[in-house]
């Protein structure tokens, strides 16, 4: 089974991210290329006032993010050759509240813990890592929980920003140990640059 989609229905998804407090905005994604990254296209998500470079092997929809719930405004995914069906993803959104520094941690672990129980609802996850780090610049916390899924284990990593704007970076990956993913999705974090965020 592959990761779930952010298209299910909305009312179990206000209840999966409630600890980041997040709204419905208007706003747009785009998708450029640029000199930097290795010459990778990058996405420009205005609504969570990010842009971030699009990995190798990795795909984004413009369109399809316009299908996505409320809290979401941008998405990439990776398939591998073995299993054309999503094995990864990478969503971006805007939290609906600030996030003080001092409240950074709290609310990346209880946000990473409600989506867990949002996208795999019937696994108890364990943390594995919850750091302080930096994300465009700006004071973040990332927090991974494991998730035992279809006889293996898959992987939650959330990170948010502190900030009057917050964002965050939810990352599922359907097998977490599978590190060619992870690094992708490590090099996403990094390469994220904020600002430009649509009113």
């Known amino acids: 089974m592959t990761t779930p989609s952010p298209k299910t229905p909305a009312p179990r998804l206000w209840a999966g991210l409630a600890a980041l407090g997040v709204t419905v905005a208007c706003g747009g994604v785009a998708l450029s290329w640029s000199g930097d990254d290795g010459d990778r ?42 299993a054309p069906a999503e094995d990864a993803t990478v969503l971006t959104g805007a939290a609906g509240r600030p996030v003080p520094s001092a409240e950074l941690r709290r609310t990346a672990e209880g946000a990473a813990r409600s989506n ?38 898959a992987r939650v990593e959330l990170t948010v920003t502190a900030g009057n704007h917050p964002a965050f970076l939810l990352a599922l990956a359907s097998n977490a140990a599978d590190s060619r993913v992870l690094a992708d999705v490590h090099a996403v974090e990094a390469s994220v640059a904020l600002g430009g965020r649509a009113s």
């Not at 842009?51 to 591998?80: C, K, M």
């Not at 696994?123 to 293996?152: I, K, N, Q, Y």
């Open 116 to 153: 867990a129980a949002f996208f795999f609802p019937d696994a108890a996850p364990t943390l594995t890592e919850s750091r302080r780090t930096e994300l465009g610049g700006r004071p973040a916390h990332t927090v991974a929980l494991d998730v035992p899924h279809d006889g293996g284990t």
């Open 41 to 82: 296209p990058r996405v420009t998500d205005t609504r969570a006032g990010v842009s971030y470079t699009v990995p190798e092997g990795w795909r984004h929809d413009p369109a399809a993010d316009r299908e996505l719930l409320g809290a979401f405004s941008s998405r990439i995914s990776h398939a591998s050759e073995a």
